[in-house]
């Protein structure tokens, strides 16, 4: 299983970024998906959670009406839309795998793959 993760840069402040996670290895379809992220010195964060058919999501309130979660199963891949992006929106962001049926979960201890990260820096 492979989740690879891209999109991340350096972006400013009010910028916008799309991070994309391509699966492989894996039926996309029986995951839920997942996105946390990871500041310097912090401990890692829920960020947004899309159920396998995309027909439910969850965001952090941080980051609820800014960031969008989507997924594309016959593409194989999941999204982040990021907007509005502020200082605090730094770190490594990491997407995650869920084979956990039922209702997303906010808890990185609920995912079974992870991919390898990506920075996204917000300056000014």
């Known amino acids: 299983v492979q989740l690879q993760v891209s999109g991340g840069g350096l972006v400013q402040t009010g910028g916008s970024l799309r991070l994309t996670c391509a699966a492989s290895g894996l039926t996309l379809s029986r995951y839920n998906m997942g996105w946390f992220r990871q500041a310097p010195g912090s401990e890692r964060e829920f960020v947004a959670a899309i159920n396998w058919s995309g027909g439910s999501t969850a965001y952090a309130d941080a980051v609820k009406g800014r960031f969008t979660i989507s997924r594309n199963n016959a593409e194989k891949t999941v999204s982040l839309q990021m907007k509005s992006l502020n200082f605090d929106d730094t770190a490594i962001y990491y997407c995650?795998?869920?084979?956990?049926?039922?209702?997303?979960?906010?808890?990185?201890?609920?995912?079974?793959?992870w991919g390898q990260g990506t920075l996204v820096t917000v300056s000014s």
């Open positions: 995650a795998a869920d084979a956990t049926p039922g209702r997303v979960n906010v808890g990185a201890r609920e995912y079974d793959y």
